[in-house]
């Protein structure tokens, strides 16, 4: 079974920057660069939504538009880690952001398509 943990989460000032990782591991041995990799959100009083998803050896990535070019997602498989790197934040940005995987070619931005989740990492923006 698959767990996922996040952390790098915290209290930021608009404008700043932070850098959430992703610590992947298996009972068994893990080969990471099976599985995509993605993060979402969760807002208070919203449906959680796709932030940024990644193909094995990154042949694909995307982000939502609310943060292209700001967010860089990236994975060291050789590690079994994923991280999200934040810049330029915004009180929009807070929520609760979550890392997801699943053994899949396809990129998606859709918490459906994911079975592996972590337990969550707060992020707020607020002056």
């Known amino acids: 079974q698959l767990q996922l943990v996040e952390s790098g989460g915290g209290v930021v000032q608009p404008g700043g920057s932070l850098k959430l990782s992703c610590a992947a591991s298996s009972g068994d041995t893990l080969d990471l660069d099976y599985y995509i990799v993605g993060w979402f959100r969760q807002a208070p009083g919203k449906e959680r939504e796709g932030v940024s998803c990644?193909?094995?050896?990154?042949?694909?990535?995307r982000y939502a538009d609310s943060v292209k070019g700001r967010f860089t997602i990236s994975r060291d498989d050789a590690k079994n880690m994923v991280y999200l790197g934040m810049n330029s934040l915004k009180p929009e940005d807070t929520g609760v952001y979550y890392c997801a995987a699943e053994l899949s070619p396809v990129c998606s931005q859709n918490s459906e398509d994911f079975k592996h989740w972590g337990q969550g990492a707060q992020v707020t923006v607020a002056a």
């Open positions: 990644a193909t094995q050896r990154e042949f694909t990535i």
